[in-house]
């Protein structure tokens, strides 16, 4: 069954403080993406990755960086994190194999800053 | 702008009512459509999709037909149940392996 984790359901942080978001999948999928989800605004993408330590920005990156050192893990970092960045931030991932257009979910984490 | 909008929630029905839940796109050319579904602390997972003009998805009981001469890909249930209630979100395709969503739409089926 396919499958795609986040690190923490949810998160605390303050302003100023470093922000690790991890993600890891165990389907062998290239691509990964992040998103933050907003009331009113639905899903925007921040990153994603074709393949290994490859990335590109989505709609909305700034204040935003990743990292994709091995395959099946995609991190997303705020730098310094700010009251604007609290917001639900869903990891997904796909592959040609299975609909590149198909892409599978984890459960998201909710980060608060305070 | 957001190239996909969505009817704007929260939508409140009683069970066994029929829903739907329109949405429109704006793109170049006939774009791959989807509609996917996100349950009470879950994640999204894709409900249906359709990847050309006139086809129809449907999962679950759920429909939705791609028209391209209104540009829409409304989500249709004949006869809803408490277990429907969720955020629903259009997605139509952008290059070649993004999506863009719409802005949700929160459906609440009463018993």
């Known amino acids: 069954d396919v499958k795609v984790t986040q690190s923490s359901r949810y998160l605390v942080k303050r302003t100023g403080e470093k922000v690790f978001l991890e993600c890891v999948q165990d389907m062998d999928h290239e691509n990964m993406f992040w998103y933050r989800q907003d009331p009113g605004l639905g899903l925007r993408l921040i990153y994603f990755s074709y393949d290994v330590k490859m990335k590109e920005k989505g709609d909305i990156p700034e204040g935003y960086s990743v990292s994709r050192e091995k395959k099946e893990r995609f991190s997303l970092i705020l730098e310094s994190a700010s009251t604007n960045q609290t917001s639900m931030y869903l990891c997904?991932?796909?592959?040609?194999?299975?609909?590149?257009?198909?892409?599978?979910f984890g459960p998201g984490t909710r980060l608060l800053v305070l | 702008g957001n190239s996909v909008t969505q009817m704007e929630g929260p939508v409140t029905l009683s069970e066994e009512a029929f829903l739907t839940i329109n949405c429109t796109y704006t793109a170049t050319g006939y774009p791959s459509l989807f509609w996917y579904v996100q349950y009470p602390g879950e994640g999204l997972q894709l409900l249906l999709k359709?990847?050309?003009?006139?086809d129809k998805g449907s999962n679950k009981g759920f429909e939705a037909t791609y028209r391209k001469e209104t540009t829409s890909f409304h989500l249709e249930k004949g006869s809803v149940q408490v277990s429907d209630s969720a955020v629903y979100f259009c997605?139509?395709?952008?290059?070649?392996?993004?999506?863009?969503f719409g802005q949700g739409t929160r459906l609440t089926i009463n018993p």
């Open positions: 997605a139509r395709r952008q290059g070649a392996q993004k999506l863009v």
């Open positions: 997904a991932s796909s592959s040609p194999d299975r609909g590149l257009e198909t892409q599978y």
């Open positions: 359709a990847t050309k003009a006139d």
